[in-house]
Nanobody, 117 residues
Framework: QVQLVESGGGLVQPGGSLRLSCTASLSRFSIYDMAWYRQAPGKQRELVAGITFNYRTNYADSVKGRFTISRDNAKNTVALQMSSLKPEDTAVYYC???????????WGQGTQVTVSS
């Protein structure tokens, strides 16, 4: 069973930055496309950023130019660098495998990001 552990969330002022990290306990991590998702209160979970096994990236329009996804296959980690944060970025952030926009495994606990002054 794959375990996903997210960390790095917190409270930040508008315009600030945070770096999220996710560690995945699975073998052959390098062959999987990965993604960060988020779920804001009262809203559906959405895909925020994805990175393929060969490091191609894609972003939701709402975060393009502000967020950067990266991966370290040696450590089985995927990171999300977030800058110029806005109150509307407030959500619980999750990582998961990206099977064509569909998560591959059970969700981890997520990490809360709150953007507020």
């Amino acid at each position: 069973q794959v375990q996903l552990v997210e960390s790095g969330g917190g409270l930040v002022q508008p315009g600030g930055s945070l770096r999220l990290s996710c560690t995945a306990s699975l073998s052959r991590f390098s062959i999987y496309d990965m993604a960060w998702y988020r779920q804001a209160p009262g809203k559906q979970r959405e895909l925020v950023a994805g990175i393929t096994f060969n490091y191609r990236t894609n972003y939701a329009d709402s975060v393009k130019g502000r967020f950067t996804i990266s991966r370290d296959n040696a450590k089985n980690t995927v990171a999300l660098q977030m800058s110029s944060l806005k109150p509307e970025d407030t959500a619980v952030y999750y990582c998961n495998g990206n099977g064509g926009g569909t998560p591959r495994w059970n969700w981890g606990q997520g990490t809360q990001v709150t953007v507020s002054s």
